[in-house]
């Protein structure tokens, strides 16, 4: 089973910038990549941005799109989000997941483990 261990987040005002960190342990020979997505209350999960494991390929929800990004420490199992210009309309339970099934990448039913989650509130 892949476990996923998440840290970073918190609160932070408006334009401001937060990283996200998400260790993924023992991933199986078919994690085809890692997916960040959030949750805000009330609302359903939705897709952030994705990183291929194998190439680096990396995909974006349109919302985020040159305001976060998502990459890989080549020297272990870290993925990373970095998210900057944030805004109140960002906040949200943010959570990765490894993605080891041949879906979409922005579809979490592609996903079979995912972190703990982690808080990212953005004030006015």
């Known amino acids: 089973q892949v476990q996923l261990e998440q840290s970073g987040g918190g609160s932070v005002q408006a334009g401001g910038s937060l990283r996200l960190s998400c260790t993924v342990s023992r991933p199986p020979s078919n994690t085809y990549g890692v997916g960040w997505f959030r949750q805000a209350p009330g609302k359903e999960r939705e897709f952030v941005a994705h990183i291929m494991w194998n190439n680096g390929i990396t995909y974006y929800a349109d919302s985020v799109k040159r305001r976060f990004t998502i990459s890989r420490d080549s020297a272990g199992n870290t993925v990373y989000l970095q998210m900057n210009s944030l805004t109140p309309d960002d906040t949200a339970v943010y959570y990765c997941?490894?993605?080891?099934?041949?879906?979409?990448?922005?579809?979490?039913?592609?996903?079979?483990?995912w972190g703990q989650g982690t808080q990212v509130t953005v004030s006015s």
């Open positions: 997941g490894a993605r080891t099934h041949m879906g979409a990448v922005f579809e979490p039913s592609s996903y079979d483990d």
